[in-house]
Nanobody
Framework: QVHLAESGGGLAQPGGSLRVSCAASGSIFSIPAMGWYRQAPGKERELVATITSSGLTNTADSVKGRFTISRDNAKNTVYLQMNSLKAEDTAVYYC????????????????WGQGTLVTVSS
């Protein structure tokens, strides 16, 4: 079993900052990719940013220049630093990981966190 534990959501004012974290635990051989998705009320879940174990990132245009994804491979943890927050960033943020759970044979499992609410409001 692999578990993702998110933390750091909450309330921020427009223009403010928040950082959310996600730590993976359990039967993990490696984690080739981790990322953040979000779902606003009445909308579909969308990609925010992803990062590979080598540090390659992919960031949605809507948050580029404001949000930064990073990870600590030793801690199996991914972070999302959110700056210059806007009301439209309000959503539940979900952590996602593509986890290698065995080497022989090679097997992967996609895992989701339970979500953390980020509210941007004055």
């Amino acid at each position: 079993q692999v578990h993702l534990a998110e933390s750091g959501g909450g309330l921020a004012q427009p223009g403010g900052s928040l950082r959310v974290s996600c730590a993976a635990s359990g039967s993990i051989f490696s984690i080739p990719a981790m990322g953040w998705y979000r779902q606003a009320p009445g909308k579909e879940r969308e990609l925010v940013a992803t990062i590979t174990s080598s540090g390659l990132t992919n960031t949605a245009d809507s948050v580029k220049g404001r949000f930064t994804i990073s990870r600590d491979n030793a801690k199996n943890t991914v972070y999302l630093q959110m700056n210059s927050l806007k009301a439209e960033d309000t959503a539940v943020y979900y952590c996602n990981a593509n986890v290698q759970i065995s080497a022989f044979p090679v097997r992967y499992r996609e895992v989701w966190g339970q979500g953390t609410l980020v509210t941007v409001s004055s």
